[in-house]
């Protein structure tokens, strides 16, 4: 039964949407590379005053260690030329603007703020490796995962295993993962790596946690999104092209991997796309073009099956039979992935959202998925201790 | 056990130093918590008492570890899987003295104190990891 009894109704609309390129940034600090996204934003959509229309901001952004700096949401405000604008971090790991996203749907549907702007960023390659891998354990639990060394890759690998043991998956399988995902990105100019790879070159790479090499994780990227929402009625002053948001859902779930039921799937991610899919009134088989959160080649898998693209097991039958590819039944990221295009981890929710937007106004280009109508975009924080879901739908 | 002693994740690291492996009972509806809490998630209640549980369990899953925070990088490789204890509990570890290409899940393990030490300022728990029964 639809959630709420909306069955599709636009919770808010999507009237503009901006994207840093995503890459190396050297001398760029979060809050200025953030002012590159807002400008494509509000370049986008000339009849949006910002300082006159925007009520509020979300900013998704993981981490203070990065830059020794926290308190991100009134710092991006500021560059982005909304000084006084209510502006507020918010946080949730690796979905950190997925929960932003979250957070400006409440505001507008709550009718406290009619246009909102929720985004994120994160500026992480100015610091080491080893840095980096500790920095981003830390959505992990404290005391029984990190205490023992276990990293990021590690606790999906630990998932992957478990997938291999229980349905026969094969790394061979998840490599394809990443070549589908760096062929896409090399069609993205604003991807991180625009270069095509093989599975070979994935599976002769440097092993980073068994069974995932180098090529089977996403990349230490510097990048910032934007995303305008407006109150559905108002969404026609602002653009002749509006995309709705007609299915939200989020859920949290043990931050400790080792805690949960499943180790092959992620509880948070099926509860928060049953959400949504009920709120939107629609079926997996309905969704034309998704991003989902392929921070590893296996997350990409697990993915189809809490999202409800495959039955349970068969992921790997699913990325073998070309269907999420483009040009096949439901291409999945398109824009690269988080595995190719890059994962700043706190911009990497919005991102999605944009590549969405841009697919469904018919401004993807080369990645262009024919008369796509709906989509759908899954991000998740830590080991899937959060997750959210959202659906998309356009009129034209 | 007393009732004095409190049913925290900073407890149950004390015990392992005492080289018991502790669980918490709630008195209210019989949940088990590994790692102990001080309110049950199950009915809310506060009343436990504690249990010591069998170190002995089945590897769940595993993966090998090369690209280690600066803490762990003198280990690399190193790995770490979930065991399954009794009473269905799961507690997640390095296994050692195995050597990676010889891991398989369903491998009987049990755990052993005062090994996989690395040095750390903070928190000074004793550690543990999963060696072969
Ligand atoms: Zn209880």
């Not at chain 1, 370049?43 to 308190?71: N, S, T, W």
């Not at chain 1, 483009?326 to 295009?341: C, E």
């Not at chain 2, 755990?111 to 030490?117: G, L, M, N, S, Y």
């Amino acid at each position: 039964m639809g959630n709420q009894g909306l069955n599709g109704k636009p919770l808010v609309s999507i009237v503009s949407a901006g994207l840093s390129k995503f890459g190396k940034h050297e001398g760029l600090y979060a809050r200025e590379l953030f002012s590159y996204a807002a400008k494509e934003a509000f370049d986008r959509c000339p009849k949006l005053e910002p300082k006159r229309d925007v009520k509020a901001m979300f900013i998704g952004h993981m981490g203070e260690a990065y830059e020794h700096q926290g308190h991100t949401g009134s710092a991006v405000a500021d560059w982005a030329g909304l000084l006084g604008v209510a502006a507020t971090r918010t946080e949730a790991a690796c979905a950190s603007s997925g929960a932003a996203l979250r957070s400006g749907i409440f505001a507008v549907l709550s009718g406290l703020a009619d246009v909102v702007i929720v985004g994120g960023v994160e500026k992480m390659t100015h610091r080491s490796t080893s840095e980096v891998t500790e920095y981003l354990a830390m959505a992990s639990d404290y005391p029984f995962e990190q205490f023992h060394g276990i990293t990021f890759p590690g606790l999906f690998a630990l998932m992957a295993t478990a997938h291999m043991n229980a349905y026969g998956t094969t790394q061979e399988q998840m490599a394809k993962v990443a070549v589908k995902n760096h062929h896409n990105a090399s069609l993205n100019p604003k991807a991180h790596l625009q270069k095509e790879i093989t599975v070979d070159k994935v599976m002769e790479s440097k092993m980073v946690a068994w069974p995932f090499k180098m090529y089977d994780c996403s990349l230490i990227t510097d990048g910032a999104s934007c995303v305008v929402l407006a109150k559905p009625e108002l969404a026609a002053k602002y653009t002749d092209q509006p995309v709705h948001i007609v299915g939200s859902g989020q859920a949290s779930d043990t931050i400790g991997l080792y805690e949960r039921k499943s180790l092959t799937s992620l509880q948070a991610t099926k509860t928060a796309a049953k959400t949504a899919y009920d709120m939107a009134a629609v079926s997996p088989a309905q969704v034309q073009v998704a991003e989902v959160h392929d921070c590893f080649t296996y997350a990409e898998l697990m993915a189809y099956e809490d999202l409800g693209f495959c039955p349970v097991g068969e992921s790997g039958a699913l990325i073998d039979s070309g269907e999420t590819c483009l040009g096949g039944r439901l291409p999945v990221n398109t824009s690269g992935g988080l595995k190719a295009k890059g994962h700043p981890v706190g911009a990497t929710g919005t991102a999605q959202v944009y590549e969405i937007y841009l697919q469904l106004t018919g401004q993807a280009e080369k990645r262009q998925v024919k008369d796509a109508k709906l989509g759908l975009t899954h991000n998740v924080g830590g080991s899937g201790a959060t997750a959210t879901v959202h659906l998309y739908r356009s009129d034209a | 056990m007393s009732t004095q002693v409190p049913f925290t994740i900073e407890q149950f690291y004390k015990f392992l130093a005492e080289g018991k492996l502790m669980a918490a009972k709630c008195q209210k509806c019989g949940k088990i918590h590994l790692p102990p809490r001080p309110m049950c998630d199950n009915c809310y209640g506060q009343d436990f008492v504690w249990m010591e549980v069998s170190g002995k369990g089945k590897l769940l899953t595993y993966t090998t570890i090369h690209v280690a925070p600066q803490q762990f990088q003198s280990l690399v490789p190193y790995t770490v899987g979930i065991v399954e204890l009794e009473n269905g509990l799961k507690l997640p570890g390095m296994i050692s003295g195995i050597p990676p290409e010889a891991v398989k899940i369903g491998m009987a393990l049990k755990v052993e104190f005062k090994a996989c030490d690395v040095g750390q300022t903070w928190p000074q728990w004793q550690r543990y990891c999963f060696k072969l029964t």
